[in-house]
C-alpha cells in the first residue's frame, strides 16, 4: 500500500482520538477550564459529526442493479462519481458479475432455442409416422 495515500477515515479517526484524550485529561484535572471542556466538546460532536458524514458518504446505490436482476431486465452497469478505491473495485466487481450473468443467460436462451428447434424437428418428423399409427405391428 502506497505511505502517501491514506484514507481519510484513518486521519479522522486520529484527530477524534486525540481530542477525546484531551478532553478525558481536561476533565480530571483539578484545575478545570470549562471554557477549553466546552470547546473541546463541541470539537467532538463536530468531528463524530464529519465523520458519520464520511462513512455514510461512501454509499453506494445497489438497489437499482439489485431490482433489475430480480426483474430479469439486466441492461444496465454500475456507475459512481464518487473516486474512492473500494467503490471503483467494487464497481469493477458488480460489472464483471452482470457481464457473466448476460453470458449465462445468453447461453441458457441459446440453448432453450436449440432444444426447441430440435423439438420441432422431431415433431415434424415424427408426424408421418403418427398417420401410420392405427397400422402396428
Given at each position: 500500500m502506497d505511505?502517501?495515500?491514506?484514507?481519510?477515515l484513518v486521519t479522522r479517526i486520529a484527530i477524534l482520538v486525540a481530542t477525546i484524550v484531551m478532553f478525558a485529561f481536561l476533565v480530571s484535572a483539578n484545575n478545570r477550564s470549562y471554557i477549553l471542556i466546552l470547546a473541546l466538546l463541541g470539537a467532538i460532536i463536530f468531528q463524530v459529526k464529519l465523520l458519520l458524514k464520511e462513512?455514510?458518504?461512501?454509499?453506494?446505490?445497489?438497489?437499482?442493479?439489485?431490482?433489475?436482476?430480480?426483474f430479469d431486465e439486466i441492461t444496465q452497469t454500475f456507475k459512481s462519481d464518487t473516486n474512492s478505491d473500494t467503490v471503483q473495485k467494487l464497481q469493477g466487481e458488480l460489472n464483471d458479475a452482470l457481464t457473466k450473468l448476460k453470458q449465462a443467460r445468453k447461453e441458457k436462451?441459446?440453448?432453450?432455442?436449440?432444444?426447441k428447434t430440435l423439438y420441432?424437428?422431431?415433431?415434424s418428423a415424427c408426424s408421418p409416422l403418427s398417420a401410420m399409427a392405427p397400422f402396428r405391428l
Open positions: 505511505s502517501k495515500k491514506h484514507s481519510p462513512v455514510e458518504g461512501h454509499d453506494v446505490p445497489l438497489g437499482s442493479i439489485f431490482d433489475s436482476i430480480r436462451d441459446s440453448e432453450y432455442q436449440s432444444s420441432s424437428t422431431w415433431a
